[in-house]
Nanobody, 116 residues
Framework: QVQLVESGGGLVQPGESLRLSCVAS????????MAWYRQAPGKQRTTVAR???????EVRDDVEGRFTISRDNTKNTVHLQMNSLKPEDTAVYYC??????????WGQGIQVTVSS
């Protein structure tokens, strides 16, 4: 069982930045594909960014150029750097860890609110 603990959320104004972090309780962190999802009120949970075990990353189109996902296997941590935040980025953000053999693990979620 892997526990994921997110941090770094909060309330910011449009155009500002936040950095989300997620620490995983496993000694096999490097074997997990890590991702960030988000869920806005009344909407489905959707993928924001993903980084594979080799460090290859991808982000959804509407955050391309603003959000960056990275991982530090020495600290069992994945980050989501969010710049130029917009009100439509407001959501609960979830950390996800995945392997084919174990399936999905989820964090408890962290609120990000972008409002003036």
């Amino acid at each position: 069982q892997v526990q994921l603990v997110e941090s770094g959320g909060g309330l910011v104004q449009p155009g500002e930045s936040l950095r989300l972090s997620c620490v995983a309780s496993t000694n096999r962190f490097s074997t997990y594909v890590m991702a960030w999802y988000r869920q806005a009120p009344g909407k489905q949970r959707t993928t924001v960014a993903r980084i594979d075990t080799g460090g290859k990353s991808e982000v959804r189109d509407d955050v391309e150029g603003r959000f960056t996902i990275s991982r530090d296997n020495t600290k069992n941590t994945v980050h989501l750097q969010m710049n130029s935040l917009k009100p439509e980025d407001t959501a609960v953000y979830y950390c996800n860890a995945f392997t084919l053999s174990e399936g999905n693990y989820w964090g408890q979620g962290i609120q990000v609110t972008v409002s003036s």
